[in-house]
């Protein structure tokens, strides 16, 4: 069982909608949970963190955690074709160990159309 | 990437070459690390070191080693080259290993 699952996609979602972008996780242990927005040819660039469950929110982007259901999702609202990246859920877990470990899904691509 | 440099950027290799893939930082991190990243694949971690002078495997460190001499620089270096090594590689770092990750600009490498 992989660690973190995201649907590759590609997601395609107009201009101004909200797209919605999920990922899950199989060690309840985690701790931490990123969200990377990543462009061609360049390398992966934070947007948001969260630790606790609910949601948080930075400008367009919120970010939801249910760690009972192990579930993370990054919602962004009024999308914009500079938004078309790949975005990448991570999740940090320790295992007990006294370092933390940071697993990445494989990625969905977004689309965003004019 | 301010803060993290990598180099070379780019990088051709024959099968059998070596050669040593730098990153350095200014940012007085504890932590480094270096992932690859293959389409289809996502970034998979080589090696990491959690703070000057230790290091510890990841999840694909066969083909790899790794030198951290000091708390700026974290050394990744491919002795005898491999087709299946073709990648991009990312470094990265964080204050200390439960924090977040931040990347260099990545270096791609092609191997023949």
């Known amino acids: 069982q992989k660690e973190v699952e995201q649907n590759s996609g590609p997601l395609s979602v107009p201009e101004g909608a909200i797209a919605s972008l999920n990922c899950t996780y199989s060690d309840r242990g985690s701790q931490s949970f990123f969200w990377y927005r990543q462009y061609s040819g360049k390398s992966p660039e934070l947007i948001m963190f969260?630790?606790?469950?609910g949601d948080k929110e930075d400008g367009r982007f919120t970010a939801q955690l249910n760690k009972a259901s192990q579930y993370v999702s990054l919602l962004i609202r009024d999308s914009q074709p500079s938004d078309s990246a790949t975005y990448l859920c991570?999740?940090?877990?320790?295992?007990?160990?006294?370092?933390?470990?940071?697993?990445f899904g494989r990625g969905t691509q977004l689309t965003v159309w004019p | 990437n301010a803060g993290v440099t990598q180099t070379p950027k780019f990088q051709v290799l024959k099968t059998g070459q070596s050669m040593t893939l730098q990153c350095a930082q200014d940012m007085n991190h504890n932590s480094m690390y270096w992932y690859r990243q293959d389409p289809g694949m996502g970034l998979r971690l080589i090696y990491y070191?959690?703070?000057?002078?230790?290091?510890d495997k990841g999840e694909v460190p066969n083909g790899y080693n790794v030198s951290r001499l000091n708390k700026r620089e974290f050394s990744l270096r491919l002795e005898s080259a491999a087709p299946s090594q073709t990648s991009v590689y990312f470094c990265?770092?964080?204050?200390?290993?439960?924090?977040?990750?931040?990347f260099g600009p990545g270096t791609r490498l092609t191997v023949l």
């Open positions: 070191s959690a703070s000057e002078g230790t290091t």
């Open positions: 991570a999740v940090l877990t320790d295992r007990g160990s006294t370092l933390g470990r940071l697993y």
């Open positions: 969260i630790y606790s469950n």
């Open positions: 990265a770092l964080s204050r200390g290993s439960r924090d977040t990750q931040y």
